[in-house]
C-alpha cells in the first residue's frame, strides 16, 4: 500500500481529530471487509529529529453517525493493518461504575466483560477456524506509556479497571447496573467490542483510553443517566483527551518499531488443514497477514 502509518488512532465520542499534529491527508480505503467508518488522517508528529505517523479514525464516523452496533468494526481494524500500523490506541467515553471514578477522570482498563449481543466478533468465521488468546485484551506496554503521560499532565487516572461492554444504544437499566457493579467492573461502554477482539485476531496491541462521563444508573439517590448530562462532560474529556496523545508521542517515539508484541500469534492458531481452506478465503486473509493461509 502507498500509505504507511506506525500508530492507529480510534477517536470515540468527542475525539474526532488530532490537534497539534502535522496532517498530511485523508484516505478512503477499502478493506475485504468494506470500507471504514470514515476517512482516515494521516498525520505526523516530530520531536527531536524523529517522526511517528499517526492513522486517525473517527470510530462513529464525522457527525457521530453510527450507532454502536453498527460500526464497521472490521472494515476499522483491517483499514489500520493494511496501513501498517503497530499498535492501535483507542478512545472512549465511559459510565463509572464506582464512585471514586468520577466524571472527567481518565480510565486505563486491563479486562473486558461481553455483554453484546447482535454483533460478528470475529474475522475467522468463513471457513477457517483460528483461535488466539484473549485473556488480557489490552496491552501492558502500550498502558504504561499512557499512564506516564496521564501522570505528567496531573490528570488523575484509575488503573487496572475491568470495563463492561454493553449492547445499547440504551443506557443500562438500574437493575443491570447494580449486577455491573457487583462484578467488580469500574467502568462501562459500548464500543470496545468488538473492537478489542478483532486488533487481536489481526496481531495489533490495542489499548482503550477511557473518559469517566458520568455514573450510569447504580446511585439509588441519584437520577439515571441521560445523553445530555454526558455530552456536558464530554467538550472537557475531548480536550484532556488531545492534551494526552500529545504528551504520549515521545513514549511511542521511543518504541517504535517495537511496540509490536503480538506477531506470529495468529499463526499458530489456524485450526483447519491446510486442504480444507477455501482459496477465495485464503486470499482474503493473506490481505492482511501474508503466508499464513
Known amino acids: 500500500m502507498k500509505h504507511r502509518a506506525d500508530i492507529g488512532i480510534i477517536g470515540g465520542t468527542g475525539v474526532y481529530g488530532v490537534e497539534g499534529m502535522k496532517i498530511q491527508e485523508k484516505i478512503r480505503i477499502k478493506t475485504p ?16 529529529g524523529h517522526e511517528l505517523k499517526l492513522a486517525f479514525l473517527p470510530r462513529h464516523a464525522k457527525g457521530h453517525a453510527i450507532p454502536p452496533s453498527k460500526i464497521p468494526a472490521h472494515a476499522n481494524i483491517a483499514a489500520l493493518k493494511m496501513l501498517g500500523c503497530e499498535a492501535v490506541i483507542a ?8 464512585e471514586e471514578i468520577q466524571p472527567g477522570h481518565f480510565v486505563l482498563p486491563n479486562q473486558v466483560i461481553d ?8 474475522y475467522y468465521d468463513e471457513g477457517i477456524v483460528v483461535h488466539v488468546s484473549f485473556g488480557d485484551p489490552m496491552d501492558a506496554n502500550l498502558a504504561q506509556i ?6 505528567s499532565l496531573s490528570l488523575t487516572l484509575h488503573e487496572n479497571e475491568t470495563l ?3 449492547e445499547g444504544p440504551q443506557f443500562s437499566t438500574r437493575a443491570e447496573s447494580k449486577l455491573y457493579k457487583s462484578w467488580g467492573a469500574g467502568i462501562i461502554n459500548m464500543s470496545v467490542l468488538p473492537e478489542a477482539k478483532l486488533a487481536r485476531e489481526l496481531e495489533l496491541p490495542y ?13 439509588d439517590h441519584d437520577h439515571a443517566v441521560t445523553a445530555a448530562e454526558v455530552m ?6 475531548s480536550d484532556n483527551a488531545q492534551r494526552l496523545l500529545r504528551a504520549a508521542m515521545p513514549g511511542f517515539i521511543a518504541k517504535k518499531g517495537r511496540l509490536n ?16 481452506r477455501p482459496a477465495a478465503i485464503r486470499k482474503k486473509y493473506n490481505t492482511l497477514l501474508p503466508g499464513y493461509f
Not at 478512545?91 to 464506582?98: D, E
Not at 489499548?207 to 446511585?219: G, K, L, N
Not at 456536558?232 to 474529556?237: E, P, T
Request: hydrophobic residues 40%; contains cysteine.
Open 33 to 48: 471487509w468494506g470500507f471504514p467508518s470514515d476517512a482516515i488522517t494521516l498525520a505526523t508528529y516530530e520531536n527531536d
Open 207 to 219: 489499548q482503550m483510553i477511557c473518559m469517566a462521563t458520568d455514573y450510569d444508573s447504580w446511585r
Open 164 to 166: 463492561i461492554c454493553m
Open 115 to 122: 455483554r453484546t449481543r447482535h454483533r460478528r466478533d470475529t
Open 91 to 98: 478512545f472512549s467515553a465511559v459510565g463509572s461504575l464506582k
Open 261 to 276: 508484541t503480538l506477531a506470529g500469534s495468529v499463526k499458530f492458531g489456524i485450526m483447519t488443514a491446510a486442504d480444507k
Open 146 to 151: 499512557l499512564k506516564h503521560a496521564i501522570e
Open 232 to 237: 456536558a462532560v464530554v467538550k472537557k474529556n
